[in-house]
């Protein structure tokens, strides 16, 4: 099992729309989460981090499961700036991150 | 607030060739790290540093890979010789200190990327 799995995707929505995208982990012991963002040809950002009670921001809701190992992300009212490709990061304790392939959003007028 | 710098932006070499990158990271951020991003896939660490320290190299190809930050500040990543699957983008990141100056989960800021073509 890949330590860090997504849906490559792509996943094609109209603006508007509600998209949900999910992460599973290998790595049980694992301690810290984190949704980035990269657009077309540029680095990666910091969308949010994920905590074990949930959290939101505008329109984006990241949570965790940690007994079932997955992350979610929740995007609602689609924008056509949110076309990206979205990755999951998980990093176990004071150790390195480890990022998924990302997941990527087409969102279209 | 000065981002993550990095340079060049593009190399085109031949393979069995050498290159080399720089980086200079956010001003006070003590943990830099190299990535190593193939088209369609997500980042991979190749190396991070805790100051001038080696944090994680595990993932570093040691027989052509090197990268030294000597004073704790800019970093270099050298590839000698070159191979084809080399061939991707070399993200530089830096984060700022965590708890008592150890390893940091504060966010990570990535440089622009060098994009490297092995032919």
């Known amino acids: 099992r890949k330590e860090v799995e997504q849906d490559p995707g792509p996943f094609n929505v109209p603006e508007g729309a509600t998209v949900a995208f999910n992460c599973t982990y290998s790595?049980?012991?694992?301690?810290?989460f984190f949704w980035y963002r990269q657009d077309c040809r540029k680095e990666p950002k910091l969308l949010m981090s994920v905590y074990s009670s949930g959290n939101e921001d505008g329109r984006f809701t990241a949570q965790l499961n940690r007994a079932s190992q997955y992350i979610s992300l929740l995007i609602r009212d689609s924008k056509l700036s949110d076309s990206a490709t979205y990755l999951c990061v998980v990093g176990p304790g004071y150790s390195t991150l480890t990022f998924g392939k990302g997941t990527m959003l087409l969102v279209s007028p | 607030e000065a981002g993550v710098a990095q340079s060049p932006r593009y190399k085109i070499i031949e393979k069995r060739q050498s290159v080399a990158f720089w980086c200079n990271p956010i001003?006070?951020?003590?943990?830099l790290y190299w990535y190593q991003q193939i088209l369609g896939q997500g980042p991979k660490l190749l190396i991070q540093f805790q100051n001038n320290g080696v944090v994680d190299d595990s993932q570093l190809p040691k027989d052509r890979f090197s990268a030294e930050r000597l004073k704790g500040v800019d970093s270099t990543l050298k590839i000698q010789p070159a191979k084809l699957e080399d061939s991707a983008v070399y993200l530089c990141a830096s984060s700022a200190p965590g708890l008592a100056g150890g390893p940091s989960y504060n966010e990570q800021f990535f440089g622009p990327g060098t994009r490297l073509t092995v032919l």
């Open positions: 001003s006070g951020h003590a943990t």
């Open positions: 790595n049980s012991a694992s301690q810290s």
